[in-house]
């Protein structure tokens, strides 16, 4: 099975950001798949991605579109850089396109003491051609968005991947059978899940009966972050 562009991204701009050279990835695993009407769906295992803990891919044939929900434990994406030799701090340096865009979405979310990285994008099939005029297929990446989140809750590293684990298998069994309210305020499949608000989705099945606390906050502030905003509205 193929990476798609957007991944391969990811994985270079994460060892990159570290020092790293991408090396040949191991053989990418189909842990489970399904088929149906105009739709394949692809749970995947890549133990080139560190820290990565779940993967999942929703192909829309008739679109041509390729979706994806990568899920990273940030305890293990250190865990595992730190045994690749380097540091495990995970730098945050600029960039253009793809790099850029991610480094900017975790610096904006640097305050969140988050658990997890929810990462979602789009990858298209598009036709092109090349300068000696010969037509060629290619993948072009969109809308990638990186959300830093809670998904441990008080258990904190014994509950493990297990929560975003689960909502994962949720939201992609509610995507592939167009079971989601977006679906009902836009006219195509892709320009409804461009529309779902993750933080909100996550927030309700976090809170919801057999998810981690009816009052747990997704985003919670690291606990520096909360002294220094107690600071300002002390001084307001």
């Not at 003491?113 to 099939?125: E, F, I, L, N, Q």
């Not at 000696?132 to 968005?145: A, D, F, H, I, L």
């Amino acid at each position: 099975m193929e990476h798609p562009n957007w991944l391969d991204s990811l994985i270079k701009w994460i060892k990159k950001s570290l020092g790293f050279k991408s090396s040949d990835r191991p053989t990418v695993e189909i842990l489970d798949e399904y088929h149906a009407d105009g739709i394949s769906v692809f749970q995947i295992k890549d133990g080139s991605i560190p820290g990565c803990c779940d993967l999942w891919r929703i192909d829309r044939h008739h679109e041509r579109i390729r979706f994806f929900i990568c899920c990273i434990n940030l305890r293990s994406l250190r865990a595992d850089l730190a045994l690749m030799g380097g540091s495990s701090t995970i730098a945050k340096s600029g960039g253009g396109g793809l790099v850029g865009n991610l480094n900017q979405q975790m610096q904006q979310q640097s305050a969140i003491a988050a658990s997890h990285y929810w990462v979602s994008g789009w990858s298209k099939t598009v036709s092109s051609v090349d300068s000696k005029g010969r037509p060629y297929q290619t993948q072009r990446t969109s809308g990638v968005q990186l959300v830093a989140v809670d998904l441990q809750g008080a258990a904190d590293q014994f509950a493990g991947d297990k929560y975003i684990k689960r909502f994962a298998w949720k939201i992609i069994k509610q995507l592939a059978a167009n079971d989601f309210r977006e679906l009902e305020h836009h006219r195509t499949w892709q320009g409804a899940v461009k529309a779902i608000d993750w933080v909100q989705w996550l927030t309700g099945l976090a809170q919801s009966k057999g998810g981690i606390d009816p009052n747990h906050n997704l985003q919670p502030l690291k606990p520096d972050c909360r002294k220094i905003g107690d600071r300002h509205r002390m001084g307001s």
